[in-house]
């Protein structure tokens, strides 16, 4: 049984930090890839970042390039998501999905239903 599990969600200042992690467990076979994900109240679910399984490739959203940094431990099975200078409209529900291989590439990642498996999500709340 797949299973991922965000975790790391609170409420902090704008130009703050937090990091979200992202475990996963159950995967049948090695190579799946972690994108993370964050939908606003009145929103569409957005593609924030990307992390390919086999190549390592990253992928983020014009709106967090340079406050974000998605890494992975493959040895403890986490992906993370590393969020400086936070701003109001990041506030968000946050998920991370899965999907197994080919690998995404840049013009694909960002698509919701592509992703096989998704986590419960992590509130985020930006606010003074």
């Known amino acids: 049984q797949v299973q991922l599990v965000e975790s790391g969600g609170g409420l902090v200042r704008p130009g703050g930090s937090l990091r979200l992690s992202c475990a996963y467990s159950?995967?049948?076979?090695?190579?799946?890839?972690i994108g993370w994900f964050r939908q606003a109240p009145g929103n569409e679910r957005e593609g924030v970042s990307f992390?390919?399984?086999?190549?390592?490739?990253?992928f983020y959203t014009d709106s967090v390039k340079g406050r974000f940094t998605i890494s992975r431990d493959n040895a403890k099975n986490t992906v993370y998501v590393q969020m400086n200078r936070l701003k109001p409209e990041d506030t968000a529900v946050y998920y991370c999905?899965?999907?197994?291989?080919?690998?995404?590439?840049?013009?694909?990642?960002?698509?919701?239903?592509?992703?096989?498996?998704w986590g419960q999500g992590t509130q985020v709340t930006v606010s003074s």
């Open positions: 999905a899965a999907i197994g291989p080919p690998e995404l590439d840049g013009s694909s990642w960002y698509v919701p239903p592509l992703y096989e498996y």
């Open positions: 159950g995967f049948r076979y090695d190579g799946y890839s």
């Open positions: 992390i390919g399984r086999s190549s390592g490739k990253t």
